[in-house]
């Protein structure tokens, strides 16, 4: 037990040094100034490890049809995010053709409001070529407690871009969809519905906590065993 413990501690102290270094290399990439995207022909090499939370700077056009809607009880890098609302993602059109699913921005406690409008997009589609501006993701994988989804009423509880590309035939017509998706950092719509906006990395840094824990078990155990291998012996002289 106390080799276990002991071993827990070393490895979170190796998860801290690993989690340092992760939340200072999204803070640089955050820092950056927005770069071109990714042509498609490199998109297959993306990663989360080296690619996730890079600024890019692109024009595209927004397909006219329905937002897909992703539940959300708050934002883990959006400061200004709080409260319950959705996540409005739409497939953007890209001049060469592919497809760019954007999560155009938050919107509060909006789920009634959404759930029966379907033209919910013209609120702040243009038809013209815009530059957009954000950050790329990566899709999330549906935990075992995430509720299922309702693409009848494209609704999502977790950011899988391609379940909703699938479901809502954004992908018609052959074109390919990027494996990303991007968090749309401007332009803000004039009515300001959904809200986009920047991005920072908030990760949680419990692992000299954790490290301590265990190691304060391991020494728990070893007194524990000092004191039951002292009682052992006194038991053993009384019986002489």
């Known amino acids: 037990m106390v080799a276990l413990f002991v071993g827990l501690g070393v490895w979170q102290l190796g998860r801290r040094v690993e989690k340092h270094a992760l939340i200072a290399a999204l803070t640089e990439r955050l820092a950056m100034s927005p770069a071109p995207l990714p042509p ?22 927004y397909e006219p049809v329905p937002a897909a809607r992703v539940y959300s009880s ?13 996540w409005a993602f739409m497939p953007a059109l890209l001049p060469g053709g592919g497809i760019v699913v954007i999560n155009t921005g938050f919107v509060p406690d909006a789920t009634s409001e959404l759930s029966s409008n379907g033209s919910f997009a013209t609120l702040f589609v ?10 790329i ?9 995430t509720p299922a989804a309702s693409p009848e ?8 871009h ?5 479901a809502l035939d954004w992908d018609q017509g052959g074109k390919t969809v990027a494996p990303f998706y991007v968090d749309l950092e401007t332009p803000v719509p004039a009515s300001g519905i959904p809200k ?4 920072e990395v908030h990760l949680q840094d419990d692992h000299m906590q954790y ?6 078990l391991a020494g728990a155990v070893l007194i524990a065993f000092g004191v039951w291998l002292r009682a052992q012996r006194r038991a053993s002289k009384s019986h002489e």
């Open 40 to 61: 498609a022909s490199e998109w297959s090499g993306l990663t989360p490890a080296k690619d996730e939370f890079r600024r890019v700077s692109f024009d595209a056009i």
């Open 74 to 86: 708050g934002s883990a890098v959006r400061d200004d995010i709080a409260g319950p609302g959705i």
């Open 126 to 135: 243009s038809p013209a070529s815009e530059r957009l501006t954000g950050y």
């Open 137 to 145: 993701r990566f899709p999330e994988t549906a935990g075992p407690l």
């Open 153 to 160: 009423k494209r609704l999502w509880f977790n950011r899988d």
């Open 162 to 166: 391609f379940a909703m590309a699938r």
């Open 196 to 199: 986009p906006g920047p991005l």
């Open 211 to 216: 490290a301590i824990t265990w190691f304060s």
